[in-house]
């Protein structure tokens, strides 16, 4: 089964206002994590990563936190604008760099005007 | 610098059938990983090919399978298609297999089995 998952299937916010996704992961091995994001009809478009030796990692407009301790990982959008919309999916790396990544099922964004 | 490129886009087989999936990974990137993305499951990883090897390979029957040319290239093969391989089917490259720079996926192809 998944490893990875979302707590909310659908999150629905008002324009301008943040964002915030989450993530549970099982396993503890895991060196790597990853947040994309995908369009409709487009594959996954990388956002921001984080490596298991880093608890917060900021980017353009996102932040990635990653708490290690009850294995959860966040993304969080400032001021989301209407082409956030998509799918967000968050990914993890297991231990050992050659396996595959393990996809969470993924949080649709919604932005209200 | 040019992304990955999968084709063909679209496909449509029939149950019984074959077909081979092709992917074109960034220039200088030496891994490719497939990946399979349906509404129940969600994304799966399927094989990962690194300097012509397979170096992981998912929970896929063997009906799954692919490989990686010289020039980084890979195409992946589904044998005796199901319904149930119905899907969109995902290539990601990057630099060094070990994900050290990031996976830059492709648009996918997308597979109806009728």
């Known amino acids: 089964g998944e490893s990875v998952g979302l707590h909310l299937p659908t999150l629905s916010v008002q324009e301008g206002d943040n964002s915030i996704i989450n993530c549970a992961y099982s396993n503890s091995a895991s060196d790597y994590f990853i947040w994309y994001k995908q369009e409709s009809g487009k594959g996954p478009q990388f956002i921001i990563d984080?490596?298991?030796?880093?608890d917060k990692r900021q980017g353009q407009r996102v932040t990635v936190l990653l708490n290690k301790t009850v294995k959860h990982l966040s993304l969080q959008i400032a001021a989301t604008q209407p082409g956030d919309s998509a799918v967000y999916f968050c990914?993890?790396?297991?231990?050992?760099?050659?396996?595959?990544?393990?996809f969470g099922k993924g949080t649709h964004l919604i932005i209200q005007p | 610098k040019a992304g990955v490129t999968q084709t063909p886009r679209y496909l449509i087989k029939t149950r019984g059938q074959q077909v081979t999936l092709s992917c074109s990974p960034i220039?200088?990137?030496?891994?490719v990983s497939w990946y399979q993305q349906t509404p129940g499951q969600g994304l799966q990883f399927l094989f990962e090919y690194f300097s012509e090897t397979q170096r992981n390979k998912g929970n896929f029957p063997g009906r799954f399978s692919g490989r990686q040319f010289s020039n980084s290239r890979s195409e992946m093969n589904v044998s005796t298609l199901e319904l149930g391989d119905s899907a969109l089917y995902l290539c990601?490259?990057?630099?060094?297999?070990?994900?050290?720079?990031?996976?830059?996926f492709g648009s996918g192809t997308r597979l109806t089995v009728v």
């Open positions: 984080i490596r298991s030796n880093m």
């Open positions: 990914a993890e790396r297991p231990g050992g760099g050659a396996d595959g990544l393990t």
């Open positions: 990601a490259s990057s630099e060094s297999g070990t994900g050290v720079f990031g996976y830059t």
């Open positions: 220039s200088g990137h030496r891994s």
